[in-house]
């Protein structure tokens, strides 16, 4: 079965930048929409960002717009989460999801995901 793995987190300074990997363990990860979500603890999963199979449509929370790049490599089975200006409350696990329909998908209605990376800015 397909697997899905982080990577990239780890504690940074407000104003860095960072790139975040989801990188999928099976090739059918790039016949997939891909999105990422942060949680915070007590709070309901935050949407970021997601990019569909074929790179022709990405998206991007409000909260974040501007400071966020998502793409991918299917040469190396990966999806980046490319993020800058990071701020303090943007400390969070962060993880990626993935599944046949993006918008499902970015419902919280995804197939796979991965246990996610710590990510935390200090002020």
């Known amino acids: 079965q397909l697997q899905l793995a982080e990577s990239g987190g780890g504690l940074m300074h407000a104003g860095e930048s960072r790139r975040l990997s989801c990188t999928g363990s099976e090739g059918t990860f790039n016949d997939l929409a891909v999105a990422w979500f942060r949680r915070i603890p007590g709070r309901e999963d935050d949407f970021v960002a997601a990019i569909t199979w074929t790179e022709s449509d990405r998206f991007y929370a409000d909260s974040m717009a501007g400071r966020l790049t998502i793409s991918r490599d299917g040469a190396k089975n990966t999806v980046y989460l490319d993020m800058n200006a990071l701020k303090p409350e943007d400390t969070a696990v962060y993880f990626c999801?993935?599944?046949?329909?993006?918008?499902?998908?970015?419902?919280?209605?995804?197939?796979?995901w991965g246990q996610g990376t710590q990510v935390t800015v200090s002020s």
């Open positions: 999801a993935a599944g046949y329909d993006q918008f499902r998908v970015m419902r919280g209605e995804y197939d796979y």
